[in-house]
């Protein structure tokens, strides 16, 4: 799908942390890295790839993804690839139990 997200699609402002910018970001698992949830060169990468897997540009999505990271994942969930499984399997969650009541 290659979704492109721009820091004025969020709800949520996080910082630039210039100091990390042109490092590797989340392209997919496997990834062991950290994630810093405080970084908006890392929050972007991440929300893409999970908007992708759900095939989804729906800016609704994306806002309720923003609050599941920030209100619900867990800060001992830290690697990319767990914090990917994590909004995913969440968001999968979320999204079928809305389409079960619509339907």
Same mark, same amino acid.
């Given at each position: ?6 820091? @004025?699609?969020l709800?949520?402002?996080?910082? $630039? %942390? ?8 989340f %392209? ?8 810093? $949830?405080?970084d908006?060169?890392? !929050? ?5 790839? #999970? ?9 609704? #999505?994306?806002h309720?993804?923003?609050e !599941?990271?920030?209100?619900? #994942?867990? $800060?001992?969930?830290? @690697? $990319?690839e767990?914090?990917?499984? /994590? ?10 139990? /809305?389409r079960?009541?619509?339907?």
């Amino acid at each position: 799908m290659g979704i492109i997200i721009k820091p @004025s699609d969020l709800q949520f402002r996080y910082p $630039r %942390k210039k100091e990390t910018r042109e490092r590797p970001k989340f %392209k997919g698992k496997p990834d062991p890295n950290p994630f810093d $949830r405080d970084d908006l060169y890392e !929050v972007i990468p991440m929300f893409e790839a #999970v908007m992708n897997a759900l095939e989804t540009i729906d800016g609704q #999505v994306l806002h309720r993804m923003e609050e !599941v990271l920030n209100e619900d #994942v867990p $800060r001992f969930v830290t @690697s $990319r690839e767990e914090v990917f499984d /994590c909004l995913l399997g969440t968001m999968e969650g979320i999204l079928g139990a /809305c389409r079960r009541q619509a339907g």
